[in-house]
């Protein structure tokens, strides 16, 4: 088989797509210079604001329920200072009135504290009510970008995942999403309630007392400025945790995707340590901002306290001198205290903002991607007659490698009732032309038309619901073969995947199965032989009964007499549909109406079995040394 040029490991796609289709769908330009990073951070930033604008009830509601929790917030100092020097008032004087005054106070106290407790309440309802909101739509949001990133992975082109590990495609939709979706409550929310316990408290005390609200503020300037420092040093961070999780998860599942290879070369301390020193490495951006994180919050709460003890000290001086009340100092003392644990917070607001623009940005970037193999503007449905497919010229260079030809110069023509065989050696191009058939790739010269309608020029679904390609690596999926066999007809009734299954010479053995067509398929389909796995593709294939069908080296792991009766069986859905084999084997082409010998991605040989046989060259050397190593295997 004939596959694409291996690039670097850390190439990743970042073009963006000129239309923009949604908040999620944007196509913001990366700016390719050297504050592009930065400058996508903010436009993910600015995208993830977007799109929770769009829950048009719930983030209203959510930001409505951060003000008025902080604004309940800022009048218990208020009233706590304002029953204190009630409390002091009435109690000095119901000293000198006598029992009656005593008990009026007392009923005061309980009405001043019934009404602290009152906006505590309120405080508190608000807060549930704004947790929940941003914690709802963090939510939704978190659904919206797992379904928009899967449902882009399903339109991605060959040509991209040729060039990204599955590996950094799960590291995006599983932690970039968490960091963006939790972005609305770390990030959003909190800095709406950071902004009106600053913003509104300093209104509400610097009017009562400038230079008590002042000193109150005063450690608000220095938080700014390392909440700065943090956020840059933070995000670098993140970025450089989240491509070594990219590297951690592909080493995971490429260890489980070769568990057999692992434990057939034991091979598992290899693997062991491999991991253990990418987690090693992983694990140090992460130790380093829990470090700069909890550094910079520590040194917020210190100047916080210092704030605090200026607050005390100068206060105090002002009460001493009768200048204000012991409430009043209360009042500035408790809503230093009401700071205390946003402040604290600050850190986690930075870490989330630095977090969101990273995650943000790595999951932009694929959303972004237009498919390089889309449907043109104004496509049409394929109209299938003949099924005459014909190779004009084709020529094809795989991405990044242009003066690299996979094939140059293919023509040929097979239409329904024809069968037309390809061989050659590896990397001679021909599971490349495969690949073209269905438009997996787009040609980079000539052109491939079905009966004269050229498959760039129509729609991808019609093309590929006539254009069935079975090939040599089957993958199945962890489900009952009858789900297997009925892939691409889910709806498909229990007879069709019969047929499909017993035309595919399957039928008998799922039948001596315990649970028949409703066995498990172990995952990637451990559970069955190769060959087994290539007959069920084969059925999977035969079940749609596309017009054209291709056989990548598809029966390669199955036996000849098995091989000779899926050929007999398949005889009289040929008459209606073009088929084209490809094989290394010549036994399971010689019968194909013209055979292509492939060399170096270009026709060097063409004709019937028996032609090519009679030219003597390559076809006829490769039949000898078959035949003869047939004869020397069947003699022993």
């Known amino acids: ?85 009630q409390a002091a008032g009435l109690l000095s004087g119901a000293q000198a009135a006598g029992g009656t005054a005593v008990a009026a106070a007392q009923a005061a106290l309980v009405t001043s504290a019934l009404l602290v407790l009152g906006i505590a309440v309120m405080r508190g309802l608000f807060t549930l009510a704004h947790n929940y909101l941003a914690e709802s739509i963090g939510q939704s949001f978190g659904y919206e970008l797992r379904l928009a990133f899967f449902e882009k992975l399903q339109r991605l082109s060959f040509s991209y995942h040729d060039r990204i590990h599955s590996g950094d495609l799960i590291t995006r939709g599983m932690l970039d999403i968490e960091g963006v979706r ?49 956020r840059l040093r933070v995000r670098a961070l993140w970025r450089e945790f989240q ?63 210092v704030a605090m003890a200026l607050v005390l000290w100068y206060g105090g001086l002002r009460v001493i001198h009768g200048d204000i009340t012991v409430g009043e100092l209360t009042q500035f003392l408790v809503f230093m205290t009401v700071l205390q644990m946003p402040v604290r917070q600050v850190g986690l607001v930075i870490n989330g903002f630095a977090r969101a623009s990273v995650s943000g940005a790595r999951m932009f970037e694929i959303l972004d991607i237009e498919p390089a193999i889309r449907d043109r503007p104004g496509a049409a449905s394929l109209a299938i007659g003949n099924a005459e ?34 061989v050659g050696p590896p990397g001679s191009g021909k599971s490349t032309i495969a690949h073209l058939i269905p438009r997996f790739y787009d040609v980079t010269g000539g052109r491939v038309a079905i009966d004269g309608q050229d498959i760039r020029d129509v729609t991808l679904d019609s093309l590929r619901a006539q254009v069935g390609v079975v090939q040599q690596d089957t993958f199945l999926f962890k489900t009952e073969v009858r789900e297997n066999v009925a892939y691409g007809d889910p709806t498909a009734e229990d007879d069709r995947v019969v047929d499909a299954a017993d035309t595919a010479q399957l039928h008998d053995y799922v039948a001596g199965l315990p649970e028949g067509y409703d066995t498990l398929v172990g995952e990637r389909g451990v559970s069955l032989s190769g060959g087994q796995r290539q007959r069920l593709s084969i059925a999977r294939s035969v079940l749609l009964t596309p017009r054209i069908v291709v056989f990548d080296d598809s029966t390669a792991a199955i036996d000849a007499g098995t091989e000779l009766r899926i050929r007999d069986a398949l005889k009289e859905l040929n008459r209606t549909r073009a088929t084209i084999i490809i094989s290394h084997r010549l036994s399971s082409l010689m019968h194909a109406d013209e055979i292509l010998f492939l060399e170096a991605g270009r026709i060097v040989e063409r004709g019937s079995h028996a032609a090519l046989l009679a030219q003597g060259g390559r076809y006829r050397r490769l039949f000898d040394l078959q035949m003869g190593a047939a004869r020397e295997n069947a003699l022993a």
């Open 1 to 85: 088989m004939n596959s694409p040029p291996a690039p670097s490991p850390a190439a990743t796609a970042s073009a963006a797509g000129p239309a923009a289709r949604s908040a999620i769908h944007g196509t913001d330009t990366l700016v390719p210079s050297l504050d592009g990073d930065y400058q996508r951070g903010v436009s993910a930033l600015w995208r993830v604001l977007r799109m929770a604008l769009r829950y048009r009830v719930r983030f209203p509601a959510a930001v409505l329920a951060v003000i008025a929790a902080g604004v309940f917030q800022l009048l218990i100092p208020r009233f706590l200072g304002q029953a204190i020097d």
């Open 182 to 230: 939790r972005f609305i409550e770390t990030g959003i929310m909190r800095l709406f309630q950071l902004a009106v316990l600053v913003g509104l408290g300093a209104w509400l005390y610097m009017g009562q007392d400038p230079v008590l609200g002042l000193l109150c503020l005063s450690f608000v300037p220095f938080a700014v400025w390392r909440g700065t420092v943090f």
């Open 243 to 305: 491509e070594r999780m990219s590297v951690l998860t592909r080493i995971m599942e490429e260890n489980l995707a070769g568990i057999r290879v692992v434990r057939a070369f034991s091979a598992q301390q290899h693997e062991l340590d491999k991991f253990d020193e990418w987690q090693r490495r992983t694990l140090e951006p992460a130790v380093e901002s829990v470090r700069v994180r909890y550094l910079n919050t520590s040194m917020m709460t210190c100047a916080y306290f």
């Open 389 to 422: 497919l014909t190779f004009d010229n084709v020529s094809f260079s795989y991405a990044g490698f242009p003066g690299e030809r996979a094939v140059e110069g293919i023509s040929f023509t097979v239409r329904a009732g024809q069968t037309l065989g390809i």
